[in-house]
């Protein structure tokens, strides 16, 4: 026995040993990409010990991936994970959002991470039943509704901010939470607008349970993107923590959330103005030309919680950081406020309000810049459904998976100039008019077919809310904190942001 056992242990050493010297830099039986730039890694394991143990700044790994390769596109081997393709460039962004569209399509990976939170909703969806999703929720998306409707929602929820949490903060001279605070604003707005429920997150002192669960699963829906073995670890991982919240049980806040809200929804249809996002999808007909069932509304519903609600509090809440590090901006928007006559009264008057803030360069520039260094979906990822060839001379092959890295490519001198990592409103002005990069270039609200439906809102809903909270209290930053992201499917802040507030 004892020689059977070590027979078989050398050959198997010797059977690993001559499958090293073939792929010595590459996961075992990855084939190697010729003329696409990479780097070496381990053998048999390729560069997972490298992407597992940069987990936690995973942005800042692609980009120093990007720059030492000098090179917009990269790819990468790691055992158990699909072969990726990333690229920068934005003319290969543009062909595979825009030119190629077709081509490209959400894949298995995406759907096997994210299928337990997002379902079949708009964005992990393809084909018809992607198209029928669009089509339903674009009626929502028009100008009366952001002049008559959305700004009004808007202010209403400000009001309860001002005079709920900040006011007393100024009056007890108390520390808050802003990141907190702007997830609690847009969270309370969407569901007001696209649910009609007033969820009253603003009045909570603690977190909301559908939305800490919301944003559990969110986290680990990133981290089945890096980790090839979570469907053996997730269940290891409930074992060794039995006092935490499980994602199985994470999973049934959210649902009962969505749940009451389609069965609140549908006791009260007849009386509903069908004007909001649920309501058009109550009476819509999915690619089957059916009605839609319970578990359809609810994909929907939480993929339009994510676009709602997270990405403008997140770009509000990294907005006031680069205001409070950067006072010659702070001081530039306080000037455009009172140029434009931005006075309180407007707060009462939403088509009036809209008006003004649809014409202030600055305040726009100074988002447009946040979102160039701060994106709200900072890596996205399809699927090449035949073989393809970049405007870059790269060959993709049909079954690769394709990624483009907004948050790196921001910060890339190659592609932004030598001032790429400098906070610079500026550049987005030119002869006093403001202007917009190629969505390749900039793709913050993605771009082609799939170009974002609520830019308009979440710009117009940020804008609102960073004019009057500049105009009426000063922030100043609690010294000591380590603020940064946390690496997920959209770009929070780790730790949130605590702020000292006063009046102005």
């Known amino acids: 026995m004892d020689t059977m056992t070590r027979t078989l242990g050398a050959t198997a050493l010797a059977f690993t040993g001559l499958l090293a010297l073939k792929y010595p830099d590459r996961a075992v039986f990855d084939q190697n990409r010729e003329g696409i730039a990479h780097k070496k890694g381990w053998p048999l394991v390729g560069g997972l010990p490298e992407i597992l143990s940069n987990v936690d700044n995973m942005h800042d790994f692609f980009l120093t991936g990007f720059t030492r390769l000098n090179s917009l596109t990269t790819t990468a081997s790691a055992l158990g994970m699909p072969r990726t393709i990333a690229t920068i460039d934005p003319r290969n962004i543009e062909h595979i959002l825009k030119y190629n569209f077709e081509n490209y399509a959400k894949g298995p990976q995406l759907n096997a991470a994210t299928g337990d939170l997002f379902g079949h909703g708009i964005f992990n969806a393809n084909g018809e039943q992607w198209k029928y999703q669009r089509k339903t929720a674009s009626l929502i998306f028009n100008v009366k509704n952001f002049r008559d409707h959305f700004t009004e929602v808007f202010v209403k929820e400000l009001k309860v901010m001002f005079n709920g949490i900040l006011d007393k903060a100024v009056e007890q001279q108390s520390i808050i939470d802003f990141h907190d605070i702007m997830f609690k604003f847009t969270l309370d707005s969407f569901i007001l607008l696209g649910f009609g429920v007033e969820l009253k997150a603003l009045e909570t002192e603690d977190k909301v349970p559908f939305a800490a669960s919301f944003d559990a699963c969110q986290l680990n829906s990133f981290q089945r993107f890096v980790n090839p073995l979570w469907r053996l670890t997730e269940p290891i991982v409930t074992l060794l923590r039995p006092t935490e919240k499980t994602i199985a049980q994470h999973l049934e806040t959210v649902d009962a959330f969505a749940n009451q809200v389609i069965e609140n929804r549908r006791k009260n249809l007849d009386m509903n103005n069908n004007n909001d996002l649920l309501s058009r999808f109550m009476n819509a007909r999915n690619e089957r030309h059916e009605p839609l069932n319970n578990k359809e509304l609810r994909d929907i519903i939480l993929n339009f919680v994510i676009a709602g609600r997270d990405t403008t509090a997140q770009a509000l809440s990294w907005t006031l950081y680069m205001l409070l590090l950067h006072p010659r901006v702070e001081k530039q928007l306080l000037k455009e406020i009172e140029e434009q006559q931005v006075v309180d009264e407007l707060m009462e008057e939403p088509v009036a309000l809209y008006e003004k803030i649809k014409d202030m360069t600055y305040a726009h520039a100074i988002f447009y810049e946040v979102l160039r260094l701060f994106p709200s979906v900072p890596n996205n990822q399809k699927y090449a459904l035949n073989d393809d060839i970049w405007p870059d001379g790269t060959t993709i092959r049909k079954g690769d998976y394709v990624m483009w890295c907004p948050w790196a490519q921001g910060r890339s001198e190659a592609v932004w100039g030598s001032d790429a990592k400098e906070f610079r409103p500026e550049r987005w002005i030119v002869d006093g008019e403001l202007r917009r990069e190629s969505q390749g270039q900039w793709p ?23 004019v009057f909270l500049i ?7 609690v010294p000591g904190q380590n603020i940064t992201y946390q690496v997920s499917l959209t770009l929070p802040m780790k730790e949130g942001m605590k702020v000292y507030v006063e009046k102005r």
Do not use: D, I, M
């Open 444 to 466: 913050a609200f993605h771009a082609g077919p799939r170009v974002c439906l609520g830019q308009n809102l979440a710009t117009l809903e940020a804008l609102v809310a960073l």
């Open 471 to 477: 105009k009426q209290y000063k922030f100043k930053l």
